[in-house]
């Protein structure tokens, strides 16, 4: 399989490679952020997925711990109550970034921890021990779940556990066997997810809605549409050898997550979407101000605009809200970062009033109406300045007032009325209804048509 940075990228799975960087830049910052990807089968979710395995960077855990326990903070039962003198005594390794999988065959003693059965029969020193399952052994890594809709329409039980684990970050998750007592444990453990809607059960939204929410984005994955996109990778299809990287990229950034600003103003925003739009998942705006924090940290800027919370919201509410709704909140969005709006505003507080006094419907068909006619007024405005504006009434001709200009020669460059400011006069007598028309006045007959 060619390593993640030989794969073809075209316009079907470019949303698919942000969203995996976005959720390694948020690994390497220790914060789990969740994907799914949708889309028709062969189209290279997997692929994509499983390639990224090579480049995960290493992390460091207390030695032959099968929780992972970080050094700086155990949390597996061995060693959450040692002093720091004591977890340096034991001493620490590095290992490769856990990336694991969880098959559709999977059992929930597997997935979550069952009773060790090497260890309870060891003719030497036989003892009862909890041997840690592949979602315990994956803390401050990734767990891939392909098909994720046939495992929660087939396994709930698994589904379950997943809720728990993904239902806060960090996650927990409680092991029991019987004749043992409870162990619950926190996980960091960022969830990755593939499935094929079009295929039975269905779309993962239809089978556990509530399992779909927990993911922080859903990525549509696409068809590529060109021929150089197929030729190329066919091409690396073919390749009988591939080069192996050398490096590994680095996908933390030196002025860390906790630098991002993000201001009152685009808080105000996420909030107005979400009680404006009828959001029903509070998750739905706590993954848009993290993808945005996390666009904003991949791009090296320190503050979060409006331009990162429109490039994450399809993203994050393609699989919480129906498409129109989606719609009207990047229209919504558009209109407050249009650069017309934003030189009109006299300031950022001047944008909160606007966004706290007005709802987004009445907002949204309100900006645009300014909008264009801003546009109109401007066009107007530097034609009437360049000397190129129609003809005008007489009394607008040569008059040197509010509505004309001296062009020095005599001959004065008409200036064009501001539609916004100019008030409207209602007509001096009421309109007669159609309903006390006579008839004959707006119904004629086809002769007197042809007439």
């Not at 290493?58 to 597996?76: E, F, M, T, V």
């Amino acid at each position: 399989m060619p390593s993640y940075f030989e794969l073809v990228r075209h316009s079907g799975n470019g949303d698919l490679f942000r969203a995996v960087e976005l959720s390694l830049t948020a690994l390497a910052e220790g914060h789990p952020f969740h994907l799914h990807a949708e889309g028709l089968r062969g189209t290279g979710k997997t692929t994509i997925m499983r390639a990224v395995k090579d480049i995960l960077p290493p992390i460091i855990r207390i030695k032959n711990c099968l929780y992972n326990c970080d050094p700086a903070a155990p949390h597996c039962p061995e060693h959450r109550h040692l002093s720091p003198q004591e977890i340096s005594a034991i001493g620490s390794e590095t290992i490769p970034c856990p990336f694991l999988e969880i098959s559709q065959s999977a059992k929930i003693g597997t997935v979550v921890g069952t009773i060790d059965l090497a260890k309870l029969t060891d003719k030497v020193s036989p003892g009862a021990l909890l041997l840690p399952g592949t979602i315990v052994q994956a803390h401050r890594g990734i767990v891939f779940i392909d098909e994720i809709n046939r495992l929660a329409d087939t396994s709930p039980e698994l589904a379950d556990v997943l809720l728990d684990v993904m239902g806060t970050k960090p996650g927990r998750i409680q092991i029991e066997e019987t004749g043992m007592p409870a162990v619950e444990l926190p996980l960091a453990v960022t969830v990755w997810a593939a499935s094929n809607p079009d295929e039975d059960p269905g779309a993962l939204a239809q089978v556990r809605r509530q399992l779909s929410d927990r993911f922080d984005v859903l990525v549509t994955m696409g068809r590529p549409n060109n021929y150089s996109a197929v030729h190329s990778i066919l091409e690396n299809r073919m390749k009988s050898t591939l080069t192996p990287m050398k490096t590994n990229p680095d996908f933390s950034i030196p002025m860390g997550l906790e630098k991002i600003v993000i201001s009152k103003e685009i808080r105000n925003v996420l909030a107005t979407i979400y009680v404006d739009f009828s959001l029903e998942s509070l998750r739905a705006v706590q993954a848009m101000e993290m993808a945005a924090a996390l666009q904003t940290l991949h791009a090296g800027k320190l503050q979060v605009t409006l331009d990162e919370v429109i490039q994450v919201v399809p993203l994050t509410l393609g699989h919480r809200a129906d498409h129109a709704t989606v719609t009207n909140i990047l229209k919504y969005l558009a209109n407050l970062n249009h650069p017309s709006l934003s030189a009109a505003s006299a300031s950022v507080s001047g944008l909160t009033q606007t966004i706290s006094n007005s709802s987004p419907k009445q907002n949204s068909t309100n900006s645009e109406q300014t909008s264009w006619w801003r546009r109109l007024w401007e066009g107007l405005r530097n034609r009437a300045a360049s000397g190129q504006a129609p003809q005008t009434s007489q009394n607008q001709t040569n008059s040197s007032g509010s509505n004309g200009q001296s062009s020095g020669q005599g001959n004065p460059v008409p200036q064009a009325i501001d539609p916004l400011q100019t008030p409207i006069n209602a007509p001096r007598a009421k309109a007669t209804p159609l309903s006390k028309l006579p008839v004959d006045k707006f119904i004629s007959s086809e002769d007197e048509s042809r007439g």
